[in-house]
């Protein structure tokens, strides 16, 4: 439209909201809230969307995420309907989860699954990130002995990159998908950077050999996947479920893992 008529996008979006008039649907007992990123300008970089979270219907979407912007709009809303949502869907986002509170006196703030997979996945490759760094360090001690001992210039440039280094940056994702999702390939192929022919099962075995924790990790990790999967219907039991996987967590020696609990406490 902005090409069409020779106007920018800005102006697009801003007669767009201000002549259309959408009704919004009722608020649903489930309700979901995310961002979209729209950047029409610095007031307007993400636009709220409330979303049915049964049906997938959008209930409505506000211009910006603004407190004063969401005040407006959801105390102009009739507290008796506000009270008809009981569960409210969100991401770590605070100011998401304190709706439940401030607009909906009756519902539970939840964390979506995706974004409490996606925060243990952001700790194990941070993780990985700090191995990696380690033997990065200790390949330029031995680049600096090589070229002192050689008489050659030191260009840490040029700094081979070691088997660790390689199977650090290539194969990280044995450890971050999820274990069903793995494509297990038997019949081996040369790799050049190795010199040697592997399959998955080779490159699985090298990489946990990296570092002690890394097997543990994925156990732990496995743990709540298999959990966020359970087809189990009774709340009372799927609570016992989460609980123990907390206590879990909570005494493991890692700390990414501890950090997990808290989390899982407040989702």
Do not use: G
Not at 73 to 86: A, G, N
Not at 135 to 149: A, G, P, S, T, V
Not at 169 to 193: A, C, G, M, S
Request: hydrophobic share 40%; net charge positive; proline share 3%.
């Amino acid at each position: 439209m902005a090409r069409k008529y020779n106007i920018s996008d800005t102006s697009v979006h801003y007669i767009f909201l201000q002549y259309l008039d959408i009704r919004r649907l009722p608020l649903p007992e489930i309700l979901s809230v995310d961002e979209v990123f729209l950047d029409i300008d610095y007031r307007h970089r993400y636009a709220l969307i409330l979303m049915d979270f049964n049906t997938l219907d959008i209930v409505d979407i506000l211009p910006n995420r603004w407190e004063e912007t969401t005040n407006a709009y959801f105390l102009s809303i009739p507290l008796d309907e506000r009270k008809k949502v009981k569960f409210l869907i969100c991401d770590m986002y605070n100011p998401y989860i304190n709706y439940s509170k401030r607009y909906f006196p009756n519902s539970i703030a939840i964390i979506d699954s995706f974004h409490v997979v996606s925060w243990i996945l952001t700790k194990i490759n941070s993780y990985i990130n700090d191995i990696k760094k380690r033997f990065q360090i200790r390949d330029r001690k031995l680049y600096e002995e090589f070229c002192k001992k050689n008489n050659r210039p030191i260009d840490f440039k040029n700094t081979p990159v070691s088997k660790e280094v390689y199977l650090l940056n290539n194969f990280r994702w044995l450890l971050l998908q999820n274990v069903e999702n793995i494509d297990y390939q038997d019949r081996p192929r040369y790799n050049h950077k190795l010199k040697a022919y592997l399959n998955t099962y080779d490159y699985e075995k090298m990489f946990f050999q990296l570092d002690d924790n890394l097997m543990n990790i994925r156990r732990l990790k496995e743990k709540y996947i298999e959990f966020n999967k359970t087809k189990e219907k009774d709340l009372n039991k799927v609570a016992v479920l989460l609980n123990d996987l907390i206590f879990l967590y909570s005494h493991s020696s890692l700390i990414m893992f501890r950090e997990f609990s808290e989390l899982l406490k407040k989702a």
